[in-house]
T-cell receptor, first 116, second 115 residues
């Protein structure tokens, strides 16, 4: 049972344009969501997070939107740069009231390619 | 650089053998997490230790075990290795018990190849 899904395996974007990566979840106990970027042969690098009490969080070129009623979150990268080309994972945790406090549940990842 | 270190970076071994993967968390972090990334399963949570004690358990096989030492570094022991154990093993750390609004920072991983 995949509780966090990234339905687009890949996304190709032109440099300077917006990249939108999507993520859906099914577990209503999730209350904290994170995006990680991963280059080959490296560990995931934390990008940005959002708690369930918010619907938007911004950090520079990166903005995450959370729609709790739809159980959907998205990561917007504006403007996209060639160095953003990587695999992007969304992840979720159920901290409050859960028994797996620290467990992150990951989506399968989306490969973003930004063309110059 | 996340501040989380893992050794070794690569490990090649044979079926039936036992290996130990090591992780040092970021300075000041009390929780250590282990994840496995295989081609068909994605990133899967294995186990969490907080300040020396097991805190949460995921899909960790009985052949696998972990511990966290008083200096907070952690080791993941994999025994009776099978071909299917070949994967990337990541360690992550966070400042406290984990969960709400607590970000996990990942190490560079150990690539295990079982032949």
């Amino acid at each position: 049972d995949q509780q966090v899904k990234q339905n687009s395996p890949s996304l190709s974007v032109q440099e300077g344009r917006i990249s939108i990566l999507n993520c859906d979840y099914t577990n209503s106990m999730f209350d904290y969501f994170l995006w990680y970027k991963k280059y080959p042969a490296e560990g995931p690098t934390f990008l940005i997070s959002i708690s369930s009490i918010k619907d938007k969080n911004e950090d520079g070129r990166f903005t995450v939107f959370l729609n709790k009623s739809a159980k959907h979150l998205s990561l917007h990268i504006v403007p996209s740069q060639p160095g953003d080309s990587a695999v992007y994972f969304c992840a979720a945790s159920a901290g409050v009231g859960g028994t797996s406090y620290g467990k992150l549940t990951f989506g399968q990842g989306t490969i973003l390619t930004v063309h110059p | 650089d996340s501040g989380v270190t893992q050794t070794p970076k690569h490990l090649i071994t044979a079926t039936g053998q036992r290996v130990t993967l090591r992780c040092s968390p970021r300075s000041g972090d009390l929780s250590v997490y282990w994840y496995q990334q295989s081609l068909d399963q994605g990133l899967q949570f294995l186990i969490q230790y907080y300040n020396g004690e097991e805190r949460a358990k995921g899909n960790i096989l009985e052949r696998f075990s972990a511990q966290q030492f008083p200096d907070l570094h952690s080791e993941l022991n994999l025994s009776s290795l099978e071909l299917g154990d070949s994967a990337l093993y990541f360690c992550a750390s966070s400042v406290s018990r984990g969960g709400y609004q607590e970000t996990q920072y990942f190490g560079p991983g150990t690539r295990l190849l079982v032949l």
